[in-house]
């Protein structure tokens, strides 16, 4: 079965340090994934996606992911977290011809002034 | 393009009144979604249209939910009775295909009942 696993709960940086998010997937296939942010009463918002190519893409707000196969992983990174960045973040994975996520359980960032 | 538009953007109501959430998906897009949110469960699918036909359901929680979508510029979410227990915020999303299953998802409804 699919399963995405997002093993931090909360993570908390200061401004202007670099970020990294972890997003684990369990699926037999090459998968769609996904990364939203949800900023607090606000719904989500696509960040980045990866279903092909290049193992690393570019999102926007300067985020960037990497697909590793090996790891079956999907992590976010920012080299330098703003304080607008503090939000949830959702890793997604889609099976390709399928439209159903399997969301993680979300990361949680608070960034410090 | 104004985007997945969910209507009421709040609703409180008390246990056991029937409450109905709307969204209206983007124009052009043949595949709509229903999500729940809450802190113990996180995002849960509910169920899921395609070209305004139900696909999967499975997430449903029980007969008390109900879901229809009459065209391909509104669906309905319907809880009849509602309970303390449904209270969470609810997003719709739609996608099209070609999109890569990219969502797009509206700004939610937050539900309370007492």
């Known amino acids: 079965a699919q399963s995405v696993t997002q093993p931090d709960i909360h993570i908390t940086v200061s401004e202007g340090a670099s970020l990294e998010l972890r997003c684990n997937y369990s699926?037999?296939?090459?998968?769609?994934l996904f990364w939203y942010v949800q900023s607090p009463g606000q719904g989500l918002q696509l960040l980045l996606k990866y279903f092909s190519g290049d193992t690393l893409v570019q999102g926007i707000k300067g985020f960037e992911a990497e697909f590793k196969r090996s790891q079956s992983s999907f992590n976010l990174r920012k080299p330098s977290v703003h304080w607008s960045d503090a939000a949830e973040y959702f890793c997604a994975v889609a099976s390709s011809g399928t439209y159903k996520y399997i969301f993680g359980t979300g990361t949680r960032l608070k960034v410090l002034a | 393009d104004a985007g997945v538009i969910q209507s009421p953007r709040h609703e409180v109501t008390e246990m056991g009144q029937e409450v109905t959430l709307r969204c209206k998906p983007i124009?052009?897009?043949?595949?709509l979604f229903w999500y729940r949110q809450t802190m113990m469960r996180g995002l849960e699918l509910l169920i899921y249209f395609n070209n305004n036909v139900p696909i999967d359901d499975s997430g449903m929680p029980e007969d008390r939910f109900s879901a229809k979508m009459p065209n391909a510029s509104f669906s309905t979410l319907k809880i009849q009775p509602s309970e303390p227990r449904d209270s969470a915020v609810y997003f719709c999303?739609?996608?099209?295909?070609?999109?890569?299953?990219?969502?797009?998802f509206g700004p939610g409804t937050r539900l309370t009942v007492l």
């Open positions: 699926y037999g296939a090459t998968p769609y």
């Open positions: 999303a739609s996608s099209y295909r070609g999109s890569y299953n990219e969502q797009f």
């Open positions: 124009s052009g897009h043949d595949y």
